[in-house]
């Protein structure tokens, strides 16, 4: 298999995010061409299967309370354009090698401040997933298994569990990052090679085109 840099995987992420979250309303031609995008690029970075479905089915909760109030026609496009985005950036979170989200950050063109504070939130992802991982081991010790004991571990009690865990180990990690000198700044470097700079140029031209077709038809 083709290997791709952790910048250059990143990146084309977000192409496909990008893309698809500027596709006009409606647009289900262009959204189909994102979402056999998204699962190609999810087949392609051989992401976990059972553990992409069961972090996509939690987000899919939050996200269908804000979106259903707004009608059953939009409710639905806007959860599927979601769906697309999550599947991007889950593969992508979900294959990414521990602690090395700050190398792929690096090459975004974005003030300082902002990598720093996305470095934070790529550092409290990898918390996140942890801690998810680790409950739901927990629930299937005790028995929470199939449909009904998936509904009660993503039941309001287990989520604000979760939260609170995830918020107190994200404590001890930044804690930690600071006792070690973290001063917001990314002690490295990494910059793209003449050709992932080419292939990210192509994937944002056909991302362009399509989502600019969107708006034409």
């Known amino acids: 298999m ?31 061409v994102y979402g056999a995008i998204a699962i190609l690029w999810a087949c392609f970075l051989r992401v976990p299967i059972r553990q992409l ?7 899919l909760i939050f996200l269908s309370l804000l979106a259903l109030p707004q009608g059953w026609e939009r409710a639905t496009f806007l959860l599927v ?6 599947v991007t950036m889950n593969s992508f979170l979900l294959t990414l090698p521990p602690h090395s989200f700050g190398i792929a950050l690096k090459t975004l063109p ?10 934070l939130a790529g550092q409290y992802m990898e918390i996140l997933l942890s801690e998810v991982t680790r409950m739901r081991r927990s629930a299937q010790l005790r028995g929470l298994t199939g449909t009904t004991g998936w509904l009660r571990y993503a039941s309001a ?7 609170l865990r995830s918020l107190d180990r ?9 006792a070690r000198g973290y001063n917001g700044q990314l002690p490295i470097d990494s910059t793209l090679r003449p050709k992932e700079r ?20």
């Open 198 to 217: 080419f292939a990210l140029l192509v994937a944002w031209a056909i991302a362009a085109v399509v989502t600019l077709t969107s708006y034409k038809i």
């Open 110 to 119: 974005v003030p300082a401040p902002l990598k720093e504070n996305l470095l």
């Open 81 to 86: 354009r979601s769906l697309v985005c999550l």
């Open 2 to 32: 083709l290997k791709l840099s952790l910048p250059l995987r990143l990146q084309l992420s977000l192409v496909i995010v990008v893309g698809a979250a500027l596709l006009k309303y409606s647009a289900w031609y262009g959204l189909s």
């Open 157 to 163: 009690a287990m989520i604000g569990a979760l939260y």
């Open 170 to 178: 994200a404590e001890r990690v930044y804690a930690a990052m600071v």
């Open 53 to 59: 479905g069961g972090l996509l089915g939690t987000e």
